[in-house]
């Protein structure tokens, strides 16, 4: 028989977790650069001594957008960003339009699976760069546990990009996300895995590349609206017509 003076939910202790409510992070967090998504993660962004896991269907799409903001923070206070085996070398122009110091930027050409792992593992344990990006598409679920081991010490945030057939394998990373891009000059994030209760839905975050902002018409800034079908109307047969062609074929008829 469960005794009468247990504590209440709401009497519990602010020390004890709930599983309903958002993790709270006590180590440093570095913000994503968009306010909706930080109010979705743990301790409001990007934890340090921990993996944050990003799949996507496509490399070299959507990574540098995602993290350009975190990342020029992190050479904002002085500190290296490391990027381990990225499958295209790193477009320096972009990067340092984003807000990324040039001379903060270091890059680990890995190709060999066992090198990326390798190069990841000894730069976690280093502790040395203010971030470290790795590309890990053939990572193993004990590879990654151990990663996520050695983060425990690390005081840079760890991002692993990781394909995304990966989304249904086990992982030790406390964060994962499920990331695409729109049409609409958006990211498409799904946080699927976090400390807290489940993510519903997917947050549409505007971005659009580095220079382009200046020089894209405010059509080409919502492609999705170029796409839209026009509209149809019936003819005599039962079959849908452009509604331009039947006004041009009454025109001859009248």
Known sequence: MLPQN????????PAVWRGSDLGAVTVRACSSGWPELDRELPGGGFPARSITEILSPQPSVVEWRLLASALATVTASG??????????????PGLLRAGLAENA??????????????????LVKANSAGAIVAWLPQAR???????????????????????EAARHDSSAAPLRLHVTAG?????????????????????RLRSVPAG????????????????KKPETTSNAVGRSA?????????????
């Open 79 to 92: 500190k290296q960003v490391v990027v381990v085996g990225p499958p295209k070398p790193p477009h320096l």
């Open 105 to 122: 930027l270091v890059w680990i050409q890995a190709d060999a699976p066992a090198q990326r792992l390798w190069a990841t593992e000894q």
């Open 212 to 227: 382009l902002e200046d020089i894209l018409t405010p059509r080409l800034q919502r492609p999705s609206l170029l796409l």
């Open 141 to 163: 679920a004990e590879q990654i546990r151990r990663l996520q081991v050695c983060a425990l010490s690390c005081e840079a945030p760890v991002f692993l990009f990781r394909p």
């Open 6 to 13: 247990r504590p209440t939910l709401t009497e519990l202790p």
């Open 242 to 254: 452009p509604a331009e062609r039947v006004d041009a074929q009454l025109a001859v008829h009248e």
């Open 183 to 203: 049409i609409d000059w958006e990211l498409m994030v799904s946080v699927f895995k976090r400390r807290g209760p489940a993510h519903a839905g997917v947050l």
